[in-house]
Each structure stands twice: as C-alpha cells, then as structure tokens.
C-alpha cells in the first residue's frame, strides 16, 4: 500500500472483505478489523505499519438493513506526524502509553535504556508535556498508539488496541498459520488453547461473548506466570453454527495446528460429528452444548470419549425446573392462575426440545395442563401467527424454548402488543444480552432460566468490571463467564497434572472439583457433566445453580431458587401487582 494511497474497505466476522475504494488491504489489517467487531466498541483509531509506511486507520461498527451482524467498516489514509515527531518516537510514545519502563522500552525496541530516555525527552518537549501521563494520554486522544505493537502484547496495560491485536493474532492462526505467535518462541513452547466459536450466523453474539471470556481469562493467568512457567496461547477458530463445512473446517485448523485442548459452546449439540473429531484427536474438548444425549453417549463409552467434558448440565434440567418454578409461583401467592394452562414453543432441533416425553404427566401431578404446542423453525418463522392464536388462548404461562434473540425478539414484541397478560419463560434465550437491547422496556416482565450462570462471588465481581473496561459491553450471564472457567478449568488440570499429557489432565477434571465463576464443576457423577441443583443434587456445593430470573427495569432478578433467590420479588407484565387481566385474575 504505497505511501500516497487512501484505502476503505469493509470486513465481517467470517473476514469475508469488501474493498470500497484504494488498493487491496494487507491481510493483518483485515484481521484487525474481525479482531475490532469482537471487542464490541463502537469505533477504534490508530497507527498501522504498512511496508515502513505509518497508516492512520479508523475503523466503525456499522449494521445494514437486513443484516444480522455487525461489519467494520476501515479507512485506511497516510498518517500525518504531529509536531516534528517521528516515526520511532511513535513507537517509544506507544509503549510509554502502555505503562512499561525504559528499561523494557529498549529491550523492545534494541536499543538502550539510555537512547530511550533521550527520546522520551524529546517527545516531552516536542509535544509541550511535563511528564509520562501526559504522553500516554496524547497517545490516547489523537490516536497515536501503533500495531502491531513492538514486542507484542503481553504483560502491557489491558486498553483497548492491546485487546483488538489479541484477537487478531488468535484468528491468525485460522489462516494457516504452523507456529505460534513469535511472542510465544522466546521461552518455553507455549500451551496452545483453541476455541471453536461461532462468528457468524444467529449465534454470533454468543460465539463473540465466548472469545471474550477465553480471552479474559487467558491473559490473567498469563499475568500471573501461566501454567508450570509455559504461556498460553489463545487460537480461535470461526464458524457458522449451522453450517457444518464451516464447523468442520474450523474444528480441522485446531486439530492442525496441534492445540493442546478445545474448548467450544453448543456448536456440538448441531454438529454431533465434533464429538468424534475430538475422541479420534484425543486432547481435551470442553463445551457447553446442554445435550443429553451427549451425556448418556460419554457414559455408555468412556473409552472412547474420555476427553468429553460437558461444563454446564444438560437440558433436561429445565423441565424440572419449569415445574418447580410453577410450584414456587403457587406458593407465593404473588401470581394466581385462572387456567392453569402452559403453551409451549419449542425450536424444531432435537438439541432444544425440553418438553418431550413425559412432560405433560409431570404438569398433570400438580395440576396443570399443556393448551398447545408450537414448533418453531431456527429461522423465518411465522411469529404473527403463533402469538396471536397464544393470545386467543390466554394461557397462564407461555414456555419458550428458542435461544435465537432476533427470533424471540420478534415473539415477545407481538405478544406485549398483541396484549397478552400472562407470565413468558424463555429457556435461555432472553438470557443474551441482545434480548434486552433490542426490546428496551418491553423486555419487563420476561422470565428466564439457564442451566449454568454467573453466581454472586468476588471473582464474579472482578470478571464483571474487567469484562465491561475492556469491552465496553456487560457480559451476559452464562457464556462469557462460562468460557472464562473453560480456560481456568484446563489451567487448573494442567497445574495439578503438572504437565498438558491428556489422560492426567482428564483425570483430574474427573475426580476434583473446581470452584468457577458459575457454580461448580464436580464431573464424577457421570457421563462427565456437572450436576444441577436443585434437581439433580440437594447439595449445592456440589452442583451448578440453575436460575431463575425476570427481567426488571433492564436488569435481571433472581427468583429461584430459593437461596438464591425468592418469588417475592416476581412482578406482573407491565409492573403490575394485581387487578383484572384478561382470562387471568392477579392476586
């Protein structure tokens, strides 16, 4: 890209991109731009090196009608040095800006600590400073701060072009890349960690939060001198939640690029041949897939799938909650039903369906019945018609088992205008951070539950604020944090191996238990899954929470279980605590 050229172009998460004007981008400046729509800020400015050349580049999070994702839009033009500074100094001034002393300064850059303090110098004069917080915020407000940055990433302060050239060096190694990062080269070989995450399709967001949270909790053990000595490495891999070529393609570059363990959410609970990828490839494969039947696979043939780690309980777990949840709701008087009636809509995937075979014998034992089902589609389905036959019927409670937010979204917009009065439980979904964005205040009232969330602890807090500084987003309560202990979890193996050999690390995820963000991962009751409370254990310090919470005033309140939370706090849709409601009188 010669010196005089101007360059705009777009880029999505799959790093498919479109050149608007100028010449072709270089490629890691396409990867900066997938590694910028995983930060979640709404822009980012700052220095490129192109062939000796200083770039300005700009980069906005922009959304086209009838998208679903994000795409970045980058302009690309020559940089234009403020008051005599030169292109060195914009180095030096780089790494001042990330908190590190002469002495590393030099080491970074080859040259002494001397020669660095003389430019340090020259900078303060140049730029008319007194000391090195005013060059660092110079560096900050005209978006001064240059990537790649010398010597790379590790151990600088965590703002926010550190974390966009985090992510672009984990996609890198989708490109084909046989080693790991040079930073990796200079001690030990590196624990590699690779992640399969969803980066495009309807299951971006999650995929997104997901990295967010690896990454999170790669660059604090790395802070704190890894694992045995070694770094991590972080090694992501995108795909298409319902695109299998791209799930297998991206599951074949970790495999090739020989990592040490996998760590994934519910991509396997659509594309079940992961779990035989991962036995033939025999290292740790750790996700969140909520399958069942991925469970009673992993107990029936331990031999083959010992390396098979569900982290959260199985979805079997929300039917017996939605029942208890409807005990609760009778007991605290604060929500009496007229019907005691349930809709339910399922998505039309085996992975999702909660209320199968014998869910209508355990609403009939305590007094409810099933009025209608309804099987929805992943995408385009005809939401007008199901929420106006679910307002025709006025259940008590509308069950929702579909985790798209832009498809729920839809579900729950109509059923408040629609005028439906009852309570709607969605089975994770509403979880996702999207659900509340995109409805706003309509969002009030809704019901959810999750198998495994974020629990009330100090570390959680921590999580909480580091994830929204670098991110400038909030987590959402299960994915994010669930991926921070998927890293922590094989850290921890790891260390108490005292080596990454699989069968050790895999027997030590069996017989201990680890005490995460999101409850407990005890995985020795078998088919090496977590166990739920309060349904599948009574003791909670062996078993991860399952939530219960409404959303209220865009904010999400537990509601069970009860030392957790209470009923009490349960509010009626739209704020209401009693009065007339059609087909349903309140209490």
Known sequence: MPRTSHAEFTTDHRGRTTLLRGLEPPALLALYARGFLLTNRAEIQFVYRAEGVLLSIRMERQRTRGDQHDHALVSANPLVLPQGVTPREIDVLTLVALGLPNAEIAGRLGTSPRTVTTQIERLLHKLEQRGRGGLAAIAVDASLLALPVPGGVEGVAPIAAVGLEQFAAALRWGRGASAAPDTALAGRRPIVIGTLAALS??????????????????????????????????????????????????????????????????????NPFLLETAADYGRPFLHLDTFQQHVDLVEARPDRYWMVYQTCPSEKYYALAFRRFLGELEASRRYEPANRRVAIVETDSASARIAGEGFDKELAAIGWGVSARYAAPVRSTDWKKIARRICEAAPDVVLVAHYVPDEIVTLHRLLVE????????????????????VLGPLADGAIWSSVTSRMDSDSATRFHRNYVMRYRAEPGPSQASSAYDQVQLLAWSWARNGSTVPRG?????????????????????????????????????????????????????????PLFGSMARLQLPGGRDQGPRAGLEGV
């Open 418 to 437: 629609g005028g439906f009065r009852g309570l709607v439980h969605y089975v994770y979904g509403a979880s996702i951070p999207r659900f509340r964005d």
């Open 201 to 270: 399709g309807i299951a971006a967001d999650d995929g997104a939060e997901m990295v967010r949270g690896a990454a999170l909790a790669i660059e604090e053990i790395n802070a704190n001198g890894g694992v045995g000595g070694r770094r991590l490495e972080h090694f992501v891999a995108g795909a298409d939640l319902f695109d299998p070529e791209s799930v297998e393609a991206a599951m074949a570059q970790l495999v090739g690029a020989q990592v040490d363990a996998i760590t994934t959410n519910y991509i396997s609970a659509e």
């Open 505 to 561: 690390t895999c027997k030590v995820l069996r017989e201990d238990v680890y005490h995460g963000l999101n409850g407990i991962y005890y995985f020795g009751g078998g088919g090496q899954s977590p166990l739920s409370y309060p349904d599948g254990t009574s003791d909670p310090t062996i078993g991860q929470v399952l939530i219960t919470s409404q959303i209220q005033g865009g904010k999400s309140v537990v509601l069970s279980p």
